[in-house]
């Protein structure tokens, strides 16, 4: 990071902004941003970057994901989707969108996220209205270098949190606006999801994506019948 904290208090926002220089890993956390700095933010970062955002009631946080933290990301998104194509459920992926709502003044951009019940409502959806559109059904976070923004997804109302942390899998429910731990899945009741994916997340340790998404496929099969 090229300025230190003093100076992004005192400076105006977009010169602070455009002087942050994130290396792979890293993050940085900005407070008594106003809503309208942080939608000022939005538009100056544009929608070509690296970085990841989370914002809740005045707090900015800029993180920059580290290669491992991508391939692990890729990997739980594709293991969930061929769970969801083997229980021939619809869905609709739309990745890292920046969900946001002033109302709440929270704003966040998960590492993956899936409308599974609410699949219908963002077909072909070019951007993402929370105050008429739903929330995801499911977001999936990777806690390598920095901790998930849990106050920001509760104030948007996610429903499901699949956590990836200390090398294992985690489910957060919404519970009376509070996310508690699960070992099921609201979306997939049915599927051992945490034994499943963390000893498959092990494996991948030694073997190929491409052959990890076979053995998986072959394992779910097993365990439907």
């Known amino acids: 990071m090229s300025i230190d904290q003093l100076e992004i208090a005192t400076m105006p926002v977009k ?41 809740y009631k005045g707090v900015l946080e800029l993180r920059m994901p580290l290669a491992g933290h991508e391939r ?19 869905w609709e992926s739309l990745g890292s969108t920046t969900f946001k709502n002033k109302k709440m003044q929270a704003g966040i951009e998960p590492d993956d996220c899936f409308y599974i019940n609410n699949y219908q409502a963002v077909i072909g959806k070019k951007r993402i209205d929370l105050t008429v559109d739903p929330a995801p059904d499911l977001v999936i976070e990777v806690d390598l270098t920095s901790i998930t923004q849990i106050n920001a997804y509760e104030a948007l109302a996610v429903s499901e949190i ?28 049915n599927i051992d999801v945490i034994q499943g994916i963390s000893l498959f997340l092990e494996k991948s340790n030694e073997i190929p994506m491409s052959t990890l998404r076979r053995e998986f496929r072959q394992w779910l099969q097993e365990q439907i019948k």
Request: glycine share 4%; hydrophobic share 45%; charged share 25%.
């Open 162 to 189: 699949w956590r990836y942390k200390n090398g294992k899998l985690e489910i957060n429910l919404l519970a009376n606006s509070q996310y508690v731990n699960s070992t099921v899945s609201k979306a997939l009741p």
């Open 15 to 55: 010169i602070a902004i455009a002087q942050i220089q994130l290396e792979q890993g890293q993050r940085v956390s900005l407070e008594n941003i106003s809503w309208q700095e942080f939608v000022d933010i939005l538009e100056d970062l544009g929608e070509h970057r690296h970085s990841l955002i989370a914002y």
């Open 72 to 90: 692990i990301k890729v990997l739980i998104g594709d293991l969930l989707k061929i769970i969801l194509d083997e229980l021939a459920l619809e």
